[in-house]
């Protein structure tokens, strides 16, 4: 039985290496912003846990069919999506330096959820069979003695500008962050309970998956 990854993303390949499993990597490419406006337009907005289950499985049927040199995927396909949100509004990667200052000084002494969309397709010689989504919640607390200078330094480390919330739970962030409430592995990228779950609704068992 493989895995097959629908994301590029290296926090999420880290937390299932660390349990034993070796994916096949498949980048998505998936347009994110075109499909929430599209989404929203045609259902209204979409609140956080909605909107990275439907990324979720936008990447996941994005890469069915795409393996180079005509493998047939035979497997589980599992896609990915994490947004935090913090007093009613979601945010996603800050990509800007001065966006991820804006942040980081808005969430200190605050908590936050951090929302963890998956989205599982079951595969078989290269035909879709069953699929599955669902999204894992956690909440983060935040120090509220965070100074502005520490702030800097964390930005001008560049680590969070390319994560969601614009922090890591396993990084430089680490000393920042007071609690988190649910699986701390949904913080970094994906709830590896929740997978282990949606695993077992299709029959398949975890440690058939370990390399």
Known sequence: MR?????????RLA????????????????????????????N??????????????????????SLPGGEQIDGV???????????????????????????????RGKT????SGHWMIEVVDGTARRALGTTAHASVEFAADITD????AYVASGEPLQVAGAFTVDGLAAPFIRSVTGAPS??????????????????VDWMTLRS
């Open 186 to 203: 949904a913080v970094i990228g994906m709830s590896l309970p929740t997978l282990r779950t949606m695993l077992a609704e299709l029959d």
């Open 44 to 65: 209204g907005e979409l609140d956080a846990s909605a909107m990275v289950t439907l990324l979720a499985r936008l990447k996941a049927e994005a890469v069915l069919g």
């Open 112 to 115: 936050g959820t951090l929302h």
């Open 3 to 11: 895995l097959y990854l629908a994301s590029t993303s290296p926090a």
């Open 77 to 107: 396909v599992l896609g990915g999506d994490s947004a935090f949100e913090l007093d009613g509004v979601i945010y996603g990667k800050p990509h800007e330096p001065e966006i991820a200052r804006e942040r980081w000084c808005a969430q």
């Open 149 to 152: 200078a520490e702030i800097d």
């Open 15 to 42: 937390l299932l290496r660390q349990v034993g499993i070796e994916p096949v990597v498949i980048p998505s490419h998936v347009d994110e912003e075109a499909a929430v406006r599209r989404a929203a337009d045609e």
